[in-house]
């Protein structure tokens, strides 16, 4: 492994982070550009936007967490390659088939199948990008692959503006469809580019070597970190083929519990944070009676947010997450969520759109870099046979939070205001900021020390 720690950053290094992070921006596009077309959806539908919330983040949300805690396991199991395959050909056919879909159940359904897909990529991509990356640039590789997901939420907010404006009348003159259904179908073929883009990825070498592979795995540690080997390449295989069960029973187990405890409960609240902020702002906020704005034009809010917002987040934690540790970042990101999440709901309350904008950008920078740092954590504390099942686990309990973090406002702003809505989502999702502290104190620093150092097979904490 030490030609893959300290190899220096090479062209094959930027290929493998362009690729799996075109694979988070497709995902980010699917997971925000509902937002931007829940109007039109709901009008061609013709259903209450309340039922279209809660029937689309259900399944969402219930694919996700099956696509990640099962994909996880077979990207363990199988190898990362071909569930980087695998789970984009998933995503981009369910895609198509929502886009043309002719009933809303329907669209439901082929939504559910396309979260599956997105989950296995969560888990995949995560467990995978620190494994080619030299030890040094590891956090800032990880950061950088994880921030495609706010370009794909600005790629989602353009979409947007262009199917529900000037694209709309080509797409219901020349092709007969809704804009909404256009927008869907642009994001299907970039997922078609991405699949393609993938071939030249290798097979993780560390995941080679975990199944004792070790010929495999110096053909694709030589050719990424360009030294060719000068003695047995080292490393500890476990059990192949290992089912579910037993895989789930390690992480639970006394030597990871307390760090499975840790990632379930941290991105339970990011998640929570995320996708509370982002569905408060188009669903409760930028509407009648609230913050005046037309529908046709809440997508340059979200696209002002996630430029100044999520894009500015992620490379500011780029630059920090391995000159000041992980840690830091993770409890820095927390406070920064939480008070702009509660700034976006006092200036909702006031009803001013400047002040709105203001918030959701501050709030939408702060649960971005959370969630990031957390992944980036996440994927660096559990040793290689374990990992990518451990992000899938991590993400299976942040998307119960993130279920909560879109329902929670619709069953409350109704009955007791928006404000209280948002207050009670920042008592909710402050579990984050408990945690990050908790790590702050007790877990280990991975700012450049090596994946076995941080994650031994078979250490205890």
Not at 41 to 67: E, P, S
Not at 94 to 104: D, E, G, K
Not at 246 to 265: K, N, Y
Not at 283 to 294: H, S
């Amino acid at each position: 492994m030490d030609r893959l720690d300290t190899a220096p950053w090479r062209g094959i290094h930027t290929r493998i982070l362009l690729v799996l992070g075109v694979g988070w921006a497709l995902d980010a596009f699917e997971v925000t550009i509902i937002n931007n077309l829940l109007t039109p959806l709901v009008a061609d539908f013709d259903i209450d936007t309340t039922r279209a919330l809660i029937g689309n983040w259900t399944v969402w949300f219930t694919g996700l967490l099956i696509g990640a805690l099962g994909f996880g396991w077979l990207a363990d199991r199988l190898g990362r390659k071909r569930l980087f395959v695998a789970t984009l050909v998933l995503y981009s056919v369910a895609t198509v088939l929502a886009a043309t879909a002719p009933s809303f159940e329907v669209f439901l359904f082929f939504r559910f199948l396309t979260a599956i897909g997105v989950g296995g990529e969560y888990s995949a991509i995560t467990s995978a990008i620190g494994e080619y990356m030299p030890a040094r640039y590891r956090g800032r590789a990880t950061v950088v692959t994880m921030n495609f997901f706010s370009v794909g939420a600005v790629f989602a907010s353009l979409v947007a503006l262009f199917a529900l404006g000037p694209l709309s009348a080509f797409f219901t003159g020349q092709l007969g469809i809704a804009g909404w259904r256009g927008a869907l179908l642009i994001g299907a073929v970039a997922a078609f580019y991405g699949l393609w883009a993938r071939r030249a990825i290798p097979e993780s070498p560390r995941w080679l070597l975990s199944q004792g592979r070790t010929e495999e795995a110096d053909v694709v540690i030589t050719a990424v970190s360009g030294v060719a080997r000068d003695g047995r390449v080292q490393g500890t295989a476990v059990a192949a083929r290992r089912s579910l069960r037993a895989q789930l029973a390690e992480l639970v187990s006394p030597p990871l519990r307390r760090r499975t405890t840790f990632a379930c409960t941290i991105d339970f609240a990011a998640s929570l944070a995320y996708y509370g902020v982002t569905t408060m702002l188009t669903a409760f906020i930028l509407v009648a009676g609230v913050v005046e704005l037309p529908a046709a034009q809440v997508p340059y809010v979200t696209l002002t947010g996630n430029v100044l917002g999520a894009l500015l987040g992620g490379y500011l934690l780029a630059l920090a997450v391995d000159r000041y540790g992980r840690r830091a970042c993770l409890v820095v990101a927390f406070v920064i969520s939480i008070v702009g999440t509660v700034g976006l709901g006092l200036a909702g309350t006031a009803g001013s759109l400047p002040l709105t904008v203001l918030a959701f950008t501050v709030a939408l920078l702060g649960a971005t870099t959370a969630w990031i740092a957390v992944y980036t954590v996440v994927s660096e504390i559990y040793p290689t046979h374990l990992r990518a099942t451990g992000v899938g686990l991590m993400v299976a309990a942040g998307r119960i939070g993130g279920l909560i973090g879109v329902l929670a406002p619709a069953l409350l702003v109704g009955s007791f205001g928006l404000l209280t809505a948002v207050l009670a989502t920042v008592a909710i999702f402050s579990s984050g900021l408990v945690a990050a502290l908790w790590w702050y104190r007790n877990g280990p620093e991975a700012a450049g020390r090596t994946l076995e150092e941080l994650a031994p097979v078979g250490a205890r904490e």
